[in-house]
């Protein structure tokens, strides 16, 4: 039985940025600052070629960005790709950190999520009841700045 390699085409720096929602600038950028994996491969016109590998790591990047990791970690982060295996411990406790780092963010916005709609609940209320007037009102000084017993 025979085999067929299947065989990716390159892609250009357009087709990178449009699979990743990264700007041509960023990419450019995300090269520029090393935080791929490894070299873009050029045309002999001198023109980007990336190999589907670019994109999942770039993908991966993104993620990682959109979710706050600092650029100089991220920056560590390719580094340590790039030098291969033996530096997994090291990898591991730059993700943990991140995750950490994140698990906090949420944990503070769904504190405020939290908020959010136990105010949403009281306008709701004095609305429904026809009392909304003074709610907030910086003329009313007492309870909850206005607000009565909310």
């Not at 250009?12 to 929602?21: K, Y």
């Not at 790039?82 to 994140?102: C, I, K, M, P």
Request: one cysteine or more.
């Amino acid at each position: 039985m025979a085999t067929t390699e299947i065989r990716a085409e390159p892609l250009s720096i357009g087709e990178v940025a449009e699979r990743t929602g990264l700007s041509v600038h960023a990419l450019r950028f995300y090269e520029r600052e090393g935080l791929l994996i490894g070299p873009v491969q050029r045309t002999a016109g001198g023109r980007r070629r990336y190999a589907p590998a670019d994109v999942d790591w770039l993908l991966i990047c993104v993620k990682l960005r959109e979710s706050g990791m600092p650029l100089t970690d991220l920056k560590r982060f390719a580094e340590l790709v790039r030098q291969g295996a033996g530096n997994e411990a090291e990898r591991l406790h730059l993700l943990d950190t991140h995750q950490r780092r994140v698990e906090a963010q949420i944990q503070a916005l769904e504190e405020c999520r939290s908020v959010i709609a136990w105010k949403v609940g009281v306008y709701a209320e004095h609305l429904a009841r026809g009392e909304a007037a003074g709610l907030w009102d910086p003329t009313a000084r007492g309870e909850a700045e206005g607000e009565g017993a909310e």
